[in-house]
């Protein structure tokens, strides 16, 4: 539930790290991301929070106390319209991030791990021989016994590649 203890740190240094610290380190920072709370999921939990305390107090103790939940019903709103808000924003401060952000380098992480290398591509592949073992093994095709790319390099076309598909999902 706190924030990320590597806030301050950029994507690109946090995936280079865990692209040089090998797969352990990838997986493991996976599981981190999994149980991170995002700016959104704590404005509605301290919403929630509020109501409910609003409510309890307003019937043990006083009416008044209906005010809290009728504030923390404004800042929903807001939050619903506008997408961010007044709570979002200082969660953000606080070093939550965004479930786009953390999504973003879960992406990054899970394309150095290769997840995605055996997904079908619209690129060609001008070694017809392997392509013709890919399909009959069922395996993949080209396989290279050393990286193409240091850790950071990767770390560094993983983090393009993931800001142009974002690009061209907007259009």
């Known amino acids: 539930m706190n924030p990320t203890s590597k806030s301050t740190t950029t994507l690109l240094d946090r995936v280079a790290a865990c692209a040089t610290e090998g797969h ?9 991301l999994d149980g991170e709370w995002t700016a959104s999921r704590m404005v509605k939990a301290t919403l929630g929070v509020l109501i409910v305390t609003g409510f309890v107090l307003a019937t043990v103790h006083n009416p008044y106390w209906m005010i809290l939940p ?8 807001q939050y619903l319209f506008f997408r961010g808000g007044i709570l979002a924003e200082l969660y953000c401060k606080l070093g939550y991030r965004s479930g786009m952000q953390i999504d973003e380098e879960r992406f990054a ?3 150095l791990r290769g997840d995605y290398r055996n997904l079908p591509t619209m690129a060609e592949v001008e070694d017809k ?3 013709g073992r890919f399909e009959d093994e069922g395996g993949p095709a080209l396989e290279s016994a050393e990286p193409l790319y240091g850790p950071r390099e990767a ?3 993983i983090v393009a590649a993931g800001k142009e598909l974002r690009k061209d999902e907007t259009k």
């Open 109 to 111: 992480l899970r394309t």
């Open 155 to 157: 770390a560094v076309l």
């Open 24 to 32: 352990e380190s990838i997986q493991n920072r996976l599981v981190e």
């Open 129 to 131: 021989e392997s392509i």
């Open 70 to 77: 009728a504030i923390a019903g404004g800042l929903l709103l």
